[in-house]
Nanobody, 115 residues
């Protein structure tokens, strides 16, 4: 059974930083694309950043220059370092992991940016 679990959300002041981590398990040959989506209240889920098995990242325009995504294939983990956070980054952040049977999502971790 494929499992994806996020950690690292919380409350942070504007201008602060947070690091989100995601651990995936349950496949023999590892994961293809892994990454992060977010969903703010009243809005659709949107891509934040993703990274291929080979390490090529893709960022939403809102994340460019502020967020950095990285992964460890040996551990099947993906990390999102978020800097210069603003209240507009407030959302539930979901990790996703693509594998040979499809895509598995985590339960989400809440990020709140507020003073």
């Amino acid at each position: 059974q494929v499992q994806v679990a996020e950690s690292g959300g919380g409350l942070v002041q504007p201008g602060g930083s947070l690091r989100l981590s995601c651990a995936a398990s349950g496949v023999i040959y590892g994961f293809d694309d892994m990454g992060w989506y977010r969903q703010a209240p009243g809005k659709q889920r949107e891509l934040v950043a993703s990274i291929t098995r080979g390490g090529t990242p893709t960022y939403a325009d809102s994340a460019k220059g502020r967020f950095v995504i990285s992964r460890d294939n040996a551990k099947s983990t993906v990390t999102l370092q978020m800097n210069s956070l603003t209240p507009e980054d407030t959302a539930v952040y979901y990790c996703h992991a693509r594998h040979e049977s499809g895509v598995t999502w985590g339960q989400g971790t809440r990020v709140t940016v507020s003073s």
